[in-house]
């Protein structure tokens, strides 16, 4: 296909990777506002370059140079992706440790408490911080 829809893919495609860089940096700060405006800005651009015609476009040119820019932004993109929701299983899982730590809904294997003398605490009977 013509040059112009290489262009095209390649400027949706840089957009892309620079709202994966800001959406990073909103994570990081925890900035759920920027987060949420970043995610309304991704989708029109994951939709066109999730589009039937560019698909086709990436495999009827295979090693023209134009294509071959656009593949390594993509995979750029899928790398700030990969980190970004790295970044968020974190989070999630550091948010949920907290929360079954306050609520006394340990699993024995993923917490264990110490007493005062640093030996681990009973856990038969013992209640969340929020219920002491």
């Known amino acids: 296909m013509g040059k112009s829809n290489a262009d095209d893919a390649i400027r949706f495609a840089n957009e892309l990777h620079n709202l994966l860089e800001l959406e990073f940096e909103a994570l990081k700060l925890q ?3 920027e987060i949420e405006s970043i995610q309304e800005k991704k989708i029109p651009l994951l939709e ?3 589009a ?3 698909k086709a476009n990436v495999q009827e040119t295979d090693g023209e140079a134009d ?3 656009f593949k390594s932004i993509i995979s750029e993109c899928k790398s700030a992706h990969r980190r970004n929701e790295i970044l968020v299983n974190r ?3 550091s948010i949920k440790n907290a929360l079954n730590t306050l609520t ?3 699993r024995d294997d993923e917490l264990e408490m110490y007493d005062k003398l640093g030996k681990l605490a009973q856990k038969k009977n013992s ?3 929020l219920e002491a």
């Open 48 to 50: 066109y370059l999730n």
């Open 31 to 33: 900035k759920l506002s």
């Open 67 to 69: 294509w071959e820019s």
């Open 52 to 54: 039937d015609s560019i």
């Open 91 to 93: 989070r999630i899982e």
């Open 104 to 106: 006394g809904e340990n």
């Open 127 to 129: 209640k969340g911080i």
